[in-house]
């Protein structure tokens, strides 16, 4: 695996990636080395899986897992709020654009 992803010629399936956090015991230890959240295993792909292509590719993974790192900050928290508020609001200027009313 190690020599795959440093050539950057892997890409990963979600059940790859399972598979590897239920069988690859050095992974899950360098992952817990690096106070990345392991309680809810079965959620890190699709956390990890930004652009939703239901695969992996290195960089994707890497600055995944590098964001994951660390407790969560207040500033996580709020920064989420205001995207999500943003994102609210676009789709709602969209909404009204188009004519649509019944959200």
Do not use: Y
């Not at 939703?52 to 964001?67: H, P, Q, T, Y």
């Amino acid at each position: 695996i190690r020599k795959q992803m440093t050539k950057r010629e892997v890409v990963v399936t979600k059940d790859e990636f399972n598979t590897w956090l239920n069988c690859e015991k050095e992974l899950i230890s360098r992952l817990d080395e690096s106070e990345i959240d392991m309680s809810c295993k079965s959620d890190l792909f699709d956390v990890l899986d930004a652009d939703l292509s239901g695969e992996l590719e290195f960089e994707e993974m890497v600055d995944g897992l590098l964001k994951c790192r660390g407790p969560v900050s207040k500033t996580d928290i709020i920064a989420i709020r205001l995207k999500s508020s943003l994102i609210v609001r676009m789709m709602n200027a969209v909404c009204d654009k188009l004519g649509i009313h019944d959200v």
